[in-house]
Structures are given as C-alpha cells and as structure tokens.
C-alpha cells in the first residue's frame, strides 16, 4: 500500500501564503505524475497543478502565476507554494501520486487532504 500525507494548511490572509507538502510512503517502485487537486464543497476536484516525470508541468488556469509546483523525488515528497492567495483559494487541497508498486503493479492514490482557509 501507499500512503500519501499532506501538511501546511491553514489559515492565512488574503495576499498572504502557504507552503503544502506531500510525502509518500509504503511500497513504491517509482513514482510517476504528482499533483495536486482541491474541493470545495458542493463542487468536483479542481486541478491546482500536476508535476509528470516527463513533459510540463500544468497549472490549473485560476492558479496561474500565483501557485509553484515542485518535488524532490529522493525524499518522495510534492510541494506546493501558494502566493498571493485569494478567498476563493480556499478548499481543501489533495496530493495525488501515480505510483508503481512493481514492475507490472501501479495506481493511483490520494492524501486526505488538507484545510486551506483564506480569509478577505
């Protein structure tokens, strides 16, 4: 199994900003595309940004010059910095990882999610 745990949420101030990690953990062969996701309530995730092993790295279009993806793939963790953060940046925010588990075995896993608060 794999596991995915997320930190640095919070409350913040409009203008302010956060920093969100993504560690992985259990058994991983290799770890593919990263990304991070939100949700509000009432609405379906929303990709905030998505780190592939190869290829660009895609922002989701209302995260754009504000938010910065970034990962270290030898502590197997997935960063999000957030800036110049905005009420409707508030959601919960989720790490997802596609990660090979053996030489054939692979999926898709997710964090639980982590509370960032943005208020006016």
């Known amino acids: 199994q794999v596991q995915l745990v997320e930190s640095g949420g919070g409350l913040v101030q409009a203008g302010g900003s956060l920093r969100l990690s993504c560690t992985a953990s259990?058994?991983?062969?290799?770890?593919?595309?990263m990304g991070w996701y939100r949700q509000t309530p009432g609405k379906q995730h929303e990709l905030v940004a998505r780190?592939?092993?190869?290829?660009?790295?895609t922002y989701g279009g209302s995260v754009k010059g504000r938010f910065a993806i970034s990962r270290d793939n030898a502590k197997k963790t997935l960063y999000l910095q957030m800036d110049s953060l905005k009420p409707e940046d508030t959601a919960v925010y989720y790490c997802?990882?596609?990660?090979?588990?053996?030489?054939?075995?692979?999926?898709?896993?997710w964090g639980q999610g982590t509370q960032v608060t943005v208020s006016s």
């Open positions: 997802n990882a596609n990660v090979d588990t053996g030489t054939v075995a692979r999926g898709s896993y």
């Open positions: 259990g058994t991983i062969f290799r770890i593919n595309a």
């Open positions: 780190s592939p092993t190869g290829g660009s790295i």
